[in-house]
């Protein structure tokens, strides 16, 4: 079954300064590979972090998600990726270490690592915890 991509936006009123989600589920079985979703900046916001969480848990290793800006890893101490470690369901990353978006950047998600005896995911959701800036 192919992977199923669904978004959702939660946004406080157009203030700067206010929390913005941007939530992506992909559905069905994950696999490792990247570009496996992409969102672009409708304003500019700073990353607070990245959440991921995995309806069922990844088994035999941890499920390792990267975010790229413009194909380049915000993570580059790749050590603040969010990880759902082997038999959990959910992670958030440290603060990554590139932090600001702009307007029209393109963000994409990777999926650098799966359990290698349970997927994990079914589905999997990533969720963009951001702040808008002028």
């Known amino acids: ?69 413009n194909g380049t890893t915000i993570f580059t ?8 470690a082997a038999g959990a369901n959910s992670d958030d990353s440290d603060t990554p270490d590139v932090v600001r978006i702009s307007l029209g950047q393109r963000l994409t998600f990777d999926i650098d690592q799966i359990g290698n005896v349970v997927a994990g995911g079914n589905p999997l959701m990533i969720t963009l915890v951001l702040v808008k800036r002028g």
């Open 1 to 69: 079954m192919p992977i199923e991509i669904d978004y959702w936006i939660r946004c406080d009123p157009p203030n700067l300064g206010i929390l913005t989600e941007v939530i992506i589920c992909l559905t069905g079985a994950p696999t490792a590979g990247t570009n496996k979703a992409a969102w672009y900046a409708q304003h500019n916001f700073v990353i607070d972090k990245i959440s991921v969480y995995s309806t069922t848990a990844p088994t035999g290793q941890s499920l390792i998600v990267d975010c790229n800006i």
């Open 77 to 84: 101490d790749q050590s603040k990726r969010p990880q759902v």
